[in-house]
């Protein structure tokens, strides 16, 4: 079984994502898909006169500040558009995909950052409307029973507080969690880039194989993004996954190759 | 088990409709609900300088005109934000619900009208890029599943066509379709009156009881949007659905007071 995560910036192909999933599937193997939709939110808020706007933690963490009409346009984004068009493109290539956010069956819980502090102008002030958190439950038994009836799941990144309250979370480490609780043989994580580069973005310094025991070391050469996609892959190991690719999603056969190896392997 | 629709226009208390079919639930009431999104779609439309458009057939029947664009609105406003967070209220009351729309696992899949015939301007031409249809196959097996695992399905009114395409399809005949293929007990249609008049608005002229070889004479007092209800309400009894309540779905208990016949009982 494969969990596979689709970056939400820009660049991934997604019919080359799509075309590979859908071929893979339909040879038998259990697939579950998790999408970010960073970009797609960016450009609605944009539309909408409420542009995303991220905030920094004294530990130089950043995220989306997350208010509610914030979490609306990311809704509206990641599981209205990206998710449903997604489930409507694998239904297309003969796979009866069924679209979940977290929300849904309660398929990832976790605590919501409800007071947590931020730097903003060189002062720190404590954010209380934030909709943000990290996924710490997943419903396994959901998406197992889903597999087993030959539905292929397709994750939005959100999920619901122990206060039932909808969140926004990181997909990468979302992907992470869901890898770790269906006891998935392999995560791999779609990019826009050819995986992790020791000078980026310099592809020649692609970094092929990393053991998992030295991966901590690994997050020094991880800029922007790539650092969550890091520490996803370290949660994922830690959970007892085998394996964990960074691959290319830009090129055709994205998933095909992450499993013959190409890409950053670790583990 | 019931299945509920809720109207799609304003006027309907969220937290009263959620509030009931939540107890409901709890007592052990197998509950599918159905949502419309009409108001949402035209709030977003308007927001993002894409507003609604509707369009006739020279029969007179009028539907949202739903090119991809439109389609992609639509999605964003019943997918994203209502059907989530109505989603979250449930789980708010401790319900787990699920999210879904008609596209996910093929739950609601019919023939999408890709030709129509229109009136414009009093002359007539041919729609070619109209995602809309009509439902005519339920994935009951999936809903049935669901509702055995103690689950509340949340279905947002998207179809799937048979060539895989995502469409609009009209709330209220997908919920009695719905309502049809689970062998449902009763269909309950709520919405912001009290239930079909035969002046309306006068309410005072609530008809409080049709029978179910008469309805079709009683399409002559549905106004607007009620005739649909009334067909929605036919195609329910003919797939042997024993009973559909009109009920009032801006008051409190509104789920309580159709099982307790208030409302147009047709049966």
Known sequence: MFVIKIGGSRGINMDYVVDDAARLFQQGEKIILV???????NELGEKLGYPAKHVTSPQGFSWR???RQTLEIFTMAAVGKLNTFLVESLQKRGVNAIGLSGVSGRVMEGARKDAVRIVEGGKQRILRDDYTGRVEKVNADLLCTLLDLKYLPVIAPLAISYQSEAMNVDGDRAAAMIAGAV??????ILTNVVGLMRNFPDESSLITHIDKNKLEASIDFAEGRMKKKVLG?????GLGVPQVVFA????????QNALDGKGTVIG
């Open 183 to 188: 006891h998935a043989d392999k995560l791999i």
């Open 65 to 67: 500040y997350t208010d």
């Open 233 to 237: 892959a370290s949660e994922a190991l």
């Open 248 to 255: 290319d999603g830009r090129v055709k056969h994205p998933i």
């Open 35 to 41: 999408h970010g939709a960073g970009n797609e939110a």
